[in-house]
């Protein structure tokens, strides 16, 4: 609702039939704004949280009475969130998790104050001090910027901005015509001095994903900044946002893996980003679930063990050179079309043919991009196992992950071979871990006697209807 506020400071001018005109324009946005404040605080008022010795109930609803229950010792994790819009209030939205549910649903979402904070925090998972890690690597500031320039996307800012455009209506409305009438006066004045003549409309185009991605940008480092961690043999605290503070507390036990993820250049430089898979963590809208901001692998070190971070140890079993195809048929066959299919849309549409070169070129980049990264895909894939851990290293479109988890939250095993495989020996191995959202790491070109040898290491029995 605070769109059709600023909407009315926007249009504001001195005149005595100002405010009449303002609240005539704007009743139905009154009525709406009442109407909120008046369910709200009949819901507040029918709400109610009490505590046992072992659980958490919070009975909530008018008609119908709602009483959810929650066991302490099944808390996965505990949020506090800190909006600056409600510190005024001196409230905050508490947000509890445990291993139930699917699809990263919340068991149990309040907006308490600082009394009702404190007693629930205080049956929530929590780290000891005396028992606290040392050695954790922290974050600093060019760790988390690192993170918002690799992490950070266009689609991300085109969805922020298409948000802020339906909502705020007008204003939104008047303040992406002005940029899009600059922009397109600039791009115009730059095709004038370019010897090659790029399209006015390709330059737009460009302009505004670069702006996007500006946008995201610019959200991730407000969202991650001021990031810290701490923990214990149980128990693990992470905090982080500038704006919009919030506080995790995790129960390590329950986390299903951890994952460090990469993109070809931070591969390159050796460094990770360090996400875990526990529920209720990063499951708020546009929040990844992370552990460590960018950090060079071998700053790791031992201290994160605790928590399933380990780096440094090489495959047991490796995807096979001879599966090269697996990784690498359809990126090189997308990247030998594009320029055909160029040449195709030019003849027949000759008009667009300065257009639809730049569209190829813009295309081209990525795809050759992507041939590398499965190629060093091939390279690296596989499965090391020690212990009780297993450690898997695959990659996903254009990002590399390598996964640590216990072996007993491995939930599912599975198989995949065509018929060249079968001829060669070889398959692809995947593997879901346990949690909300059933999660898949597939490993191609892998030898089917590994494969074999792996799935009766964790435990599983395997047929013999996949050829070796």
């Given at each position: 609702m605070i769109f059709p506020l600023i909407r009315g400071i926007y249009t504001y001018h001195f005149d005595k039939d100002w405010l009449y005109s303002w609240i005539k324009g704007t009743w139905f946005d009154i009525a709406v704004l009442g109407a909120i404040l008046i369910f709200g605080f009949v819901r507040w008022y029918f709400?109610?949280?009490?505590?046992?010795?072992?659980?958490?109930?919070h009975h909530d609803g008018v008609f119908i009475r709602v009483n959810t229950y929650i066991p302490f010792k099944n808390v996965s994790s505990a949020t506090i969130e800190s909006p600056f819009f409600m510190l005024p209030f001196n409230a905050v939205r508490f947000r509890c998790d445990t291993r139930a549910g699917i699809f990263k649903t919340v068991d149990l979402k309040l907006i308490v104050g600082k009394k009702a904070r404190e007693a629930i925090m205080q049956q929530m998972p929590d780290i000891n001090e005396k028992n606290k890690i040392d050695g954790i690597p922290q974050p600093n500031s060019l760790s988390v910027l690192l993170f918002s320039v690799f992490f950070s996307s266009g689609f991300s800012g085109t969805i922020y901005l298409a948000t802020f455009f339906f909502k705020g209506g007008d204003i939104a409305y008047n303040i992406t015509m002005s940029s899009l009438n600059l922009i397109t006066e600039e791009t115009a004045k730059i095709t004038d001095k370019l010897?090659?003549?790029?399209?006015?409309a390709a330059i737009f185009i460009g302009v505004f994903f670069i702006g996007s991605w500006l946008v995201s940008f610019i959200v991730n480092l407000f969202?991650?900044?001021?990031?810290?961690?701490?923990?214990?043999?149980?128990?693990?605290?992470?905090?982080?946002?500038?704006?919009e503070r919030k506080e995790y507390r995790i129960k390590n036990s329950h986390i299903n893996y951890t994952d460090l993820r990469q993109n070809l250049i931070m591969k390159i430089m050796g460094a990770v980003a360090v996400n875990i898979s526990c529920a209720g963590y990063g499951a708020s809208k546009n929040r990844l679930p992370v552990l460590l901001p960018v950090k060079t692998e071998k700053s790791l070190g031992k201290n994160l063990q605790v928590i399933g971070v380990y780096s440094g140890i090489e495959n047991d079993y490796?995807?096979?050179?001879?599966?090269?195809?697996?990784?690498?048929?359809?990126?090189?066959?997308?990247?030998?079309?594009?320029?055909?299919?160029?040449?195709?849309?030019?003849?027949?549409?000759?008009?667009?043919?300065?257009?639809?070169?730049?569209?190829?070129?813009?295309?081209?980049?990525?795809?050759?991009?992507?041939?590398?990264?499965?190629?060093?895909?091939l390279m690296t894939s596989g499965v090391a196992i020690f212990d009780d851990k297993i450690i898997i290293r695959c990659?996903?479109?254009?990002k590399f992950h390598t996964v640590v988890?216990?072996?007993?939250?491995?939930?599912?095993?599975e198989f995949e071979q065509n018929l060249l495989q079968a001829l060669s020996g070889r398959c692809a191995l995947s593997i879901w871990f346990e949690g909300e959202e059933h999660r898949k790491f597939k490993i191609k070109a892998m030898k089917v006697k590994d494969a074999r040898k792996i799935a009766h290491i964790i435990g599983y029995k395997v047929g013999d209807k996949v050829k070796a």
């Open positions: 709400s109610r949280i009490d505590f046992t010795s072992e659980e958490l109930v010897l090659l003549k790029i399209p006015t969202r991650y900044g001021m990031f810290s961690i701490d923990c214990d043999q149980n128990c693990m605290k992470i905090s982080y946002g500038i704006i490796s995807a096979q050179v001879a599966g090269i195809g697996s990784y690498l048929l359809i990126p090189l066959l997308i990247a030998s079309l594009i320029i055909p299919s160029h040449d195709w849309a030019a003849r027949l549409f000759p008009q667009f043919s300065e257009l639809s070169f730049f569209v190829a070129v813009m295309l081209e980049i990525p795809a050759v991009w992507f041939v590398i990264v499965k190629l060093v895909a990659s996903k479109w254009t988890s216990s072996r007993e939250k491995i939930a599912k095993l």
